[in-house]
């Protein structure tokens, strides 16, 4: 008896709480939170199944850079090239690249930049003239001279050439008369032309020309009579030089010259044979651009 009224309190005091219980699982958020839960049980089954994940785009960037050099005789040019390859999440690859370019003048582009030249001379001279007793009227001597020229062009210059020639004095005695040839001169103011064949290179090859005014001038003296005579006449003179450039603005070189005058030697001697004054020379030769 006293064991059946327990069960029956028990009964009664149980009631409210399984009434309670029940009212909560029909509540608005109970079932929120279930359906959340249940949601994402179906989801992570799903990805169990294999089924694909959201992609992420990558990209994939491969830089080469490739330089050359080429050098001729105006100067070196330096390139360089860079080149990007770029391979995005669809395995599409894209290339593309830029070239930059340095360009270093030569020695050679350096010194034809500068297009004034002035340089001097100095060397020997000779002259085959002979007198009407087939006697030269002098030997070797000394040779100089100035000029000053403008470049108009890598290859042709032009401007205006002094020139000095002084062959030594030489003494004859013939047929018992001794004549003494003296201060032998040739002056000449010219319009100087200059060619140089290879423009480009540190050694040049070039011909010297000109034409312009020449005096001459001859002291005699003999045991019959003495006599100092010059004469003005037109001349021109050629030849051949080779110069090495040793920077961009000095140089030095050795040239060769054949002067013409057109000055008889009968007009400043007594002994002449009616012949043009004719001169040889050697020169070496300095100078600078600007």
Not at 5 to 22: D, G, H, I
């Amino acid at each position: 008896m006293k064991k059946t009224l327990v069960l029956a309190v028990c009964a009664l005091m149980s009631a409210p709480a399984a009434f309670a219980q029940k009212a909560n699982t029909h509540s608005a958020a109970y079932q929120q939170k279930a359906g959340a839960i249940a949601t994402q049980q179906a989801n992570e089954a799903s990805l169990k199944q294999g089924e694909p994940k959201l992609k992420v785009n990558t990209t994939t960037t491969t830089t080469s850079v490739y330089d050359s050099s080429v050098r001729n005789k105006r100067g070196t040019t330096d390139s360089v090239v860079v080149q990007q390859t770029v391979t995005n999440a669809q395995g599409q690859t894209t290339t593309e690249g830029e070239v930059y370019e340095s360009f270093t003048p030569s020695k050679a582009a350096l010194t034809n930049d500068k297009r004034m030249e002035v340089s001097i001379a100095a060397g020997q001279t000779y002259s085959y003239n002979k007198d009407n007793r087939d006697d030269r009227y002098g030997s070797n001597g000394l040779a100089g001279g100035v000029n000053m020229l403008w470049h108009m062009s890598p290859n042709f210059a032009l401007g205006l050439d002094y020139m000095m020639l002084h062959p030594s004095n030489k003494t004859h005695n013939q047929d018992g008369e001794t004549r003494n040839y003296d201060d032998i001169y040739l002056h000449s103011i010219a319009l100087a032309g200059k060619y140089t064949l290879n423009a480009w290179n540190n050694w040049r090859v070039y011909i010297p020309m000109g034409w312009g005014m020449m005096n001459a001038r001859m002291k005699t003296n003999s045991d019959a009579l003495r006599s100092s005579n010059d004469k003005w006449g037109t001349g021109f003179y050629a030849g051949l030089g080779v110069q090495y450039d040793i920077t961009s603005s000095l140089f030095a070189g050795l040239e060769y010259r054949y002067t013409y005058a057109f000055i008889s030697d009968k007009d400043l001697s007594s002994y002449g044979s009616d012949k043009d004054l004719q001169y040889h020379s050697a020169f070496l030769r300095v100078g600078m651009r600007f």
